[in-house]
């Protein structure tokens, strides 16, 4: 039996759910998915110019499983960029550094250390927070970066 994954470390979520091509219909079905430890890998060695040893060290992983994973994200970027295919961030195992929290009510985004039984936004007051850790990770279906509009029947 396989020894189970550790959880790789993420130190702050995606700004954005994804992108889609400009002037083509978005399709999620044929969606390319970038997990968040591909997206974090990417930031890391990419954006913020880490080395593979560093990357490994940040995510708490092995240099190996660093180049592995970003083998892996590169090829997807280059399939959603090539085929002109969308790109939607979520899933994965990752464990995250804080709590990340969007308020529907004033659309804040906030980071709260103990959300206790109702967490609540730290702006306005509202209790209609949505956790964006869930929403990144597993899809919350809630908000309208999860939520896909059904289509509507002709005959209606």
């Known amino acids: 039996m396989p020894r189970p994954k550790n959880l790789r470390h993420l130190a702050e979520l995606p700004i954005v759910k994804g992108f889609r091509p400009i002037?083509?219909?978005p399709n999620l079905r044929e969606a390319v998915k970038l997990s968040l430890e591909e997206y974090e890998v990417i930031r890391l060695i990419d954006y913020e110019g880490q080395i593979h040893e560093q990357a490994a060290i940040s995510m708490q992983v092995s240099r190996p499983?660093?180049?592995r994973i970003y083998e892996e994200a590169r090829r997807k970027l280059s399939t959603a960029l090539v085929e002109g295919r969308s790109l939607l961030i979520e899933g994965g195992q990752v464990k995250f550094a804080d709590?990340?929290?969007y308020c529907e009510d004033c659309h804040s985004k906030s980071s709260i250390d103990d959300p206790g039984d109702t967490p609540h936004c730290p702006y306005c007051g509202s209790t209609r927070i949505i956790?964006?850790?869930d929403c990144f990770q597993r899809g919350c279906h809630k908000c309208r970066r999860c939520h896909t509009p059904r289509k509507r029947n002709k005959d209606t």
Do not use: D, E, G
């Open 65 to 67: 499983t660093i180049t």
């Open 23 to 25: 002037w083509l219909r």
């Open 131 to 133: 956790s964006l850790n």
């Open 99 to 101: 709590s990340h929290y």
